[in-house]
């Protein structure tokens, strides 16, 4: 039997043949701190790496969560049928409101041509005076030319009404006006009318 069976291992270094024994060990010590430190360095970059690789990782993960969430909403958007039916409804309101403004396009056109319509005719009154006679003038003017014109007036004391109708460029015209003369004519005396193209002159004696 092996006596050297059951007991323990040796450990065993070999030292080699320096002169100096301490400097031996000096010099073994600064190579394994030197060891030591280059392990120590390359740990540490490697954890850096590790560290900046977990960063990189973390950020990846959230700007996923962040796209699935969206690329989620969107699909519940366009499979949610309330969401359709507010963009459809969204949709037609767009659609009334053009309609709307268009309206009310057409009507403001409408109503600058009734304007200009209701301009067509020109009115003042002027007083007249001779040495023996004291007169004062109806005065009418038409700023478009107005064929197939017929008119008419009367007086109720210092008012007088003067209506008439017409065509200008074969579209139907009409027109009332009023004036307020400032006294009374002469014995009801009817006016001397005085008609020229598109001037129409009614003369009254007061």
């Given at each position: 039997?092996?006596?050297?069976?059951?007991?323990?291992?040796?450990?065993s270094r070999v030292v080699p043949p320096f002169p100096n024994q301490q400097q031996a060990l000096q010099i073994e010590n600064a190579s394994?701190?030197?060891?030591?430190?280059?392990?120590?360095?390359?740990?540490?970059?490697?954890?850096?790496?590790?560290?900046?690789?977990?960063?990189?990782?973390?950020?990846?993960?959230?700007?996923?969560?962040?796209?699935?969430?969206?690329?989620?909403?969107?699909?519940?958007?366009?499979?949610?049928?309330?969401?359709?039916?507010?963009?459809?409804?969204?949709?037609?309101?767009?659609?009334?409101?053009?309609?709307?403004?268009?309206?009310?396009?057409?009507?403001?056109?409408?109503?600058?041509?009734?304007?200009?319509?209701k301009q067509l005719v020109e009115m003042k009154s002027y007083l007249q005076?001779?040495?023996?006679?004291?007169?004062?003038?109806?005065?009418?003017?038409?700023?478009?030319?107005?064929?197939?014109?017929?008119?008419?007036?009367?007086?109720?004391?210092?008012?007088?009404?003067?209506?008439?109708?017409?065509?200008?460029?074969?579209?139907?015209?009409?027109?009332?006006?009023?004036?307020?003369?400032?006294?009374?004519?002469?014995?009801?005396?009817?006016?001397?009318?005085?008609?020229?193209?598109?001037?129409?002159?009614?003369?009254?004696?007061?």
């Amino acid at each position: 039997m092996n006596n050297f069976q059951n007991q323990p291992p040796t450990m065993s270094r070999v030292v080699p043949p320096f002169p100096n024994q301490q400097q031996a060990l000096q010099i073994e010590n600064a190579s394994l701190k030197a060891q030591v430190q280059k392990l120590s360095d390359e740990l540490k970059e490697s954890q850096m790496k590790k560290t900046k690789l977990q960063q990189e990782k973390q950020e990846l993960e959230s700007k996923n969560q962040v796209l699935q969430s969206q690329l989620n909403q969107r699909n519940q958007n366009s499979n949610n049928p309330q969401n359709s039916n507010e963009d459809q409804q969204l949709k037609d309101k767009c659609i009334e409101l053009q309609l709307h403004n268009q309206d009310l396009l057409q009507k403001i056109t409408h109503l600058s041509k009734d304007k200009e319509d209701k301009q067509l005719v020109e009115m003042k009154s002027y007083l007249q005076y001779s040495q023996n006679v004291q007169e004062e003038t109806i005065y009418l003017k038409w700023i478009q030319k107005i064929v197939n014109l017929q008119i008419q007036y009367q007086r109720q004391e210092k008012i007088v009404e003067i209506k008439g109708c017409g065509e200008i460029q074969n579209k139907n015209v009409i027109f009332q006006l009023q004036c307020e003369l400032s006294k009374i004519p002469i014995g009801d005396s009817e006016p001397r009318i005085i008609f020229n193209g598109r001037e129409l002159h009614l003369i009254y004696q007061i």
